[in-house]
């Protein structure tokens, strides 16, 4: 008996030491990880993007009927994204009282762009999809929107928001639930789409800079080069200010946490935001000092959540709901967002739906600064803002029938990323496009 315990001893220490091995190798597999993910993303060619842009969908706010939506379909059709638009409800007069709930009658054209945009997050819920970038229907895009600007996006909010090991997009490229665009319990709104976040309010002047600092170290953010940005001197009036306060180079974009973000033109949703923003963030009914608009329900839920950290540290969850079932479901009182500046998507120029339903209506409407600012740019660019390279001008509109253009554009415009506009056919922009992945 005694000759066999010898014999089990360098068995014995050999399974200890694999298990201090182990404990070790696990104790350091975070930092590892991250060390690998740090090198990936900081390669030059970036994981492409699908057809979603690496979202669960692209979800449109678009009413039955608009003139919006042809050429938006177009544009998707040459740059090969898939949009959802989702059926809208008929509203009546009745939706709209109840929007208004007794406390005031504010522009119909308002409310009724508020239940259009509930009605996507309603749609994207009963998908059962993880994530779904929300846009609205008179946006325009860049043409090498999936080529280039969202792989590059991606990349740097990837480094933000580190996915989890399990759902990074190169270690698990055969699932449908890759975290493309970082962890999704890291944030809850990605505004990929505005009229500006310029950090504080906003006049005929221009931002107000006197209350906020404008170092970029006071704040999370990632800058990375971006060759399809438009050079300073055509970027909005507004965002040359803002990104000589930043200090930031040019051809340079920053993912920074949200400070004061304006519309809501193309904005990114998990699945506990769009509940929160239809159950108690931003419902459809006013209140008396509540807003009288989405996107200002959007803001305010921003500026609720900016001091939540994102990612948020499981102990810093504060107590959200007075139902204990809930207490833990939500990181923080307000929405984590981020901002992508300059923007990836603008309105089209022109006037909006809800000015459109105003002029009916006999109401008088102005435009907003930020459209105001950038007028005569528009004129003369014959762009859309802060987009280099976009659909508006209608230079890439072709017959429904005509299968062969269509499969010329997309090859040369939607995959190539040439501008074939007069004075702008340049094909050395050095923003060589990632291959794609369908």
């Known amino acids: 008996?005694?000759?066999?315990?010898?014999?089990?001893?360098?068995?014995?220490?050999?399974?200890?030491?694999?298990?201090?091995?182990?404990?070790?190798?696990?104790?350091?597999?975070?930092?590892?990880?991250?060390?690998?993910?740090?090198?990936?993303?900081?390669?030059?060619?970036?994981?492409?993007?699908?057809?979603?842009?690496?979202?669960?969908?692209?979800?449109?706010?678009?009413?039955?009927?608009?003139?919006?939506?042809?050429p938006l379909l177009q544009a998707a059709n040459v740059t090969n994204i898939d949009l959802t638009i989702p059926k809208q409800p008929h509203w009546t007069d009745e939706d709209i009282e109840r929007v208004q709930n007794g406390v005031d009658s504010s522009h119909k054209g308002s409310i009724l762009a508020w239940l259009g945009h509930h009605n996507a997050l309603r749609w994207f819920l009963?998908?059962?999809?993880?994530?779904?970038?929300?846009?609205?229907?008179?946006?325009?895009?860049?043409?090498?929107?999936?080529?280039?600007?969202?792989?590059?996006?991606?990349?740097?909010?990837?480094?933000?928001?580190?996915?989890?090991?399990?759902?990074?997009?190169?270690?698990?490229?055969?699932?449908?639930?890759?975290?493309?665009?970082?962890?999704?319990?890291?944030?809850?709104?990605?505004?990929?789409?505005?009229?500006?976040?310029?950090?504080?309010?906003?006049?005929?002047?221009?931002?107000?800079?006197?209350?906020?600092?404008?170092?970029?170290?006071?704040?999370?953010?990632?800058?990375?080069?971006?060759?399809?940005?438009?050079?300073?001197?055509?970027?909005?009036?507004?965002?040359?200010?803002l990104f000589r306060l930043l200090g930031m180079p040019e051809g340079t974009r920053l993912i920074h946490r949200?400070?004061?973000?304006?519309?809501?033109?193309?904005?990114?949703?998990t699945r506990l935001t769009a509940e929160r923003l239809l159950n108690d963030l931003a419902p459809a009914k006013y209140t008396k000092d509540g807003p009288r608009a989405f996107d200002v329900a959007l803001l305010h839920a921003c500026n609720k959540g900016q001091h939540t950290p994102s990612p948020t540290p499981e102990w810093q969850h504060p107590v959200t709901s007075q139902n204990q079932k809930l207490?833990?479901?939500?990181?923080?009182?307000?929405?984590?967002?981020?901002?992508?500046n300059s923007e990836l998507f603008h309105h089209m120029p022109g006037r909006s739906q809800i000015d459109e339903l105003a002029k009916v209506d006999g109401e008088q409407t102005r435009l907003p600064p930020v459209d105001a600012a950038a007028q005569a740019q528009v004129v003369e660019r014959k762009e859309t803002t802060n987009i280099d390279c976009g659909f508006w001008n209608g230079a890439f509109a072709f017959d429904d029938k005509d299968h062969d253009r269509l499969d010329y554009l997309q090859q040369k415009v939607g995959r190539e990323g040439l501008c074939l506009k007069e004075g702008k056919q340049h094909d050395d922009t050095n923003s060589t496009p990632q291959r794609l992945t369908e």
């Open 1 to 70: 008996m005694l000759a066999s315990r010898r014999r089990h001893a360098p068995v014995l220490v050999l399974f200890v030491f694999v298990l201090i091995g182990i404990w070790y190798h696990g104790r350091d597999t975070d930092g590892i990880y991250l060390q690998w993910l740090s090198s990936i993303e900081s390669r030059p060619a970036k994981i492409a993007a699908n057809t979603t842009l690496g979202f669960g969908a692209v979800v449109v706010v678009s009413k039955e009927g608009s003139e919006r939506r042809h």
């Open 126 to 241: 009963d998908s059962g999809l993880e994530t779904a970038l929300i846009l609205e229907d008179d946006v325009d895009w860049d043409i090498r929107l999936r080529s280039v600007q969202i792989p590059l996006a991606a990349s740097a909010a990837r480094q933000l928001l580190p996915p989890t090991r399990a759902q990074h997009p190169l270690t698990n490229r055969a699932s449908n639930h890759t975290q493309y665009w970082g962890d999704h319990d890291a944030w809850d709104l990605l505004y990929l789409g505005h009229c500006g976040d310029y950090f504080d309010t906003l006049s005929d002047e221009g931002p107000r800079t006197d209350r906020q600092s404008f170092n970029l170290t006071d704040m999370p953010h990632a800058l990375y080069r971006d060759p399809t940005l438009p050079s300073w001197l055509n970027l909005h009036p507004f965002t040359q200010a």
């Open 258 to 269: 949200s400070k004061f973000p304006l519309c809501s033109f193309g904005y990114a949703v």
């Open 327 to 340: 207490q833990s479901k939500y990181p923080s009182p307000g929405l984590r967002c981020w901002s992508l």
